[in-house]
Every structure is written in C-alpha cells, then in structure tokens.
C-alpha cells in the first residue's frame, strides 16, 4: 500500500524530512509506517539524502533494539523485516549497517525464545516466525563479505 502512495505522489522524496519525527513519536503502528516509508522513499529517490535518512532509521532502530523490551517491539520488526531487505539493493553501501540490524534482532529473538523456553513450542510462534523471516530476508538480500 506504501509503494502506489510513493509512486503517484510527486515530490514525495520531501518525506525524508519528517521521518526522524515519526520515529519519535510512540505509536508502533507510525513507527512501522515511517521505516517502510522511507525504504520505499529510497528504493524510487536514489539520492544522497536518501541515503543518509535510510541510515538515520537505521541507528534509531539500533537503539531501538538496544535500550527496550524486544516484546514491546516485537510488531515493530516483525512489520519492517522486508523493508529493511529491500533497502540492500538500492543503496549497498548500507549493506553492512542493514545486515548487523538484522543479525542482532535475529539474535535478541532467539535469545528470548530461549529465556521463556519456547524453543519446544511450534513453529507457529512469533518469535520463531520472526527469526526465521529476518533469516530469510538475510539469505536473499544481503551479502555478508569478510
């Protein structure tokens, strides 16, 4: 639903502008909105400021994962997972940034799988599903190089 806004709207690169707010702001739902917005902002404006904003939503992110309760956050990369493949190809010099992301939430969800013992639970489980989409995202997108 992103992609037609971005495509149909002209100008829509001015977004850029107004993404750090939205990531500020506390409602997930306007979270989720502002990182798929600015990959799809990305992927049509391959522009310097782009790039930098792409990289912006990516520390935030970062911190994100870093300083609060993957349960709370959980939606969150669940929802941006694709997003955050998507934004490999179109700027790969975030490649890098992108694929550390990635591993860590991968990571802290593992992690909590095995802190709540759900690692016996089904294949079902949300943070199994989530571990498993940021393994797929990883093995299709981005190119980990030593």
Do not use: W
């Not at 929802?79 to 490999?88: F, K, R």
């Amino acid at each position: 639903m992103i992609r037609p806004l971005v495509e149909n709207i002209p100008s829509m690169f001015v977004a850029t502008e107004y993404i750090q707010e939205m990531l500020a702001l506390p409602n997930m739902k306007r979270r989720i909105f502002a990182v798929c917005l600015m990959a799809e902002v990305g992927r049509k404006y391959r522009l310097p400021e782009s790039a930098a904003s792409l990289n912006m939503v990516i520390d935030t992110l970062n911190s994100l994962l870093k300083f609060t309760q993957m349960p709370g956050n959980h939606a969150l990369f669940t929802a941006i997972t694709p997003s955050l493949g998507h934004i490999v190809p179109v700027f790969p010099q975030l490649a890098p940034l992108v694929s550390a992301l990635m591993l860590r939430i991968s990571s802290v969800t593992r992690a909590q799988l095995a802190m709540n013992c759900l690692d016996a639970r089904p294949q079902g489980s949300r943070e199994r599903r989530l571990a498993n989409a940021v393994e797929r995202v990883l093995s299709s997108r981005v190119f980990i190089t030593d």
